[in-house]
């Protein structure tokens, strides 16, 4: 159980046009999504919270009309990244928690899709 | 802000267990987990322990917490080379987002 799915898995797209990823909770709802974004052999960066019907709420420094996110079910939530340039091109991960304390309890651990590997040419 | 620290590298051989640490500072942290990340994938999560608890242990891992000194570790008994990913200690705590710490690079020699 608790499985997410992220896709696509790898894109590359040239700079200027825009790239959307996926991020879908196939087994629970997804009260809250979270995107992460990861440089080589770093630590995952926290870009924004995005709770299922409101705004993302998005991290200092992260620019949120380049970094477009929508959660607009329980089971998908979607970033978009708009006008790529190659200082975009990283590996783009999403995670999925969910509230509901039957199963989790107060918090669930976060459960992470497989990544988006985006190359901005 | 929190802070959670990890050693970079560890390497170990094939059968020998291994230990990774990790540390962190916010006294209030709830809920620790342990994540594995294979190269190219996402975060895998492995266990978690909740604050109250001093020892979890799930096949070949065991995790340890230290509340008072605010150090986690996961052991990992007759390590194999599938075992060889980056791990990440990560702490929370209620409805908080999650600090992941540096990660581990955990190296299996056969």
């Known amino acids: 159980g608790a499985v997410v799915s992220q896709h696509p898995s790898w894109v590359i797209c040239k700079s200027g046009t825009s790239v959307k990823i996926e991020c879908r909770s196939l087994?629970?709802?997804?009260?809250?999504m979270f995107w992460y974004r990861q440089f080589p052999k770093q630590s995952l960066m926290l870009m924004a919270t995005?709770?299922?019907?409101?705004?993302?709420?998005?991290e200092q420094g992260v620019e949120k009309d380049k970094f477009l996110i929508n959660h607009a079910s329980l089971t998908l939530s979607t970033l978009t990244v708009t006008s790529a340039h190659p200082e975009d091109s990283s590996f783009y991960i999403c995670?999925?928690?969910?509230?509901?304390?039957?199963?989790?309890?107060?918090?669930?651990?976060?459960?992470f899709g497989n990544g988006t590997r985006l190359t901005v040419t | 802000g929190e802070d959670v620290e990890q050693s970079l590298f560890l390497s170990v051989r094939e059968g020998d267990s291994s230990v990774i640490n990790c540390t962190y500072t916010?006294?209030?942290?709830?809920?620790l987990y342990w994540y594995k990340q294979e190269p190219g994938a996402g975060l895998q999560l492995l266990t978690y322990?909740?604050?109250?608890?001093d020892m979890k242990q799930d096949q070949r891992l065991t995790v340890l917490l230290n509340k008072k000194d605010k150090h986690l570790s996961l052991r990992i008994a007759d390590t194999q080379t599938g075992d060889s990913a980056i791990y990440f200690c990560?702490?929370?705590?209620?409805?908080?987002?999650?600090?992941f710490g540096t990660g581990t690079k955990l190296q299996v020699i056969p």
């Open positions: 087994d629970f709802q997804a009260t809250t």
């Open positions: 916010d006294s209030s942290s709830t809920y």
């Open positions: 995005s709770n299922e019907g409101s705004k993302a709420t998005y």
């Open positions: 990560a702490e929370t705590r209620i409805y908080q987002k999650v600090t």
């Open positions: 322990i909740f604050s109250n608890m």
């Open positions: 995670s999925a928690s969910t509230r509901d304390r039957g199963r989790w309890g107060y918090n669930s651990p976060l459960h």
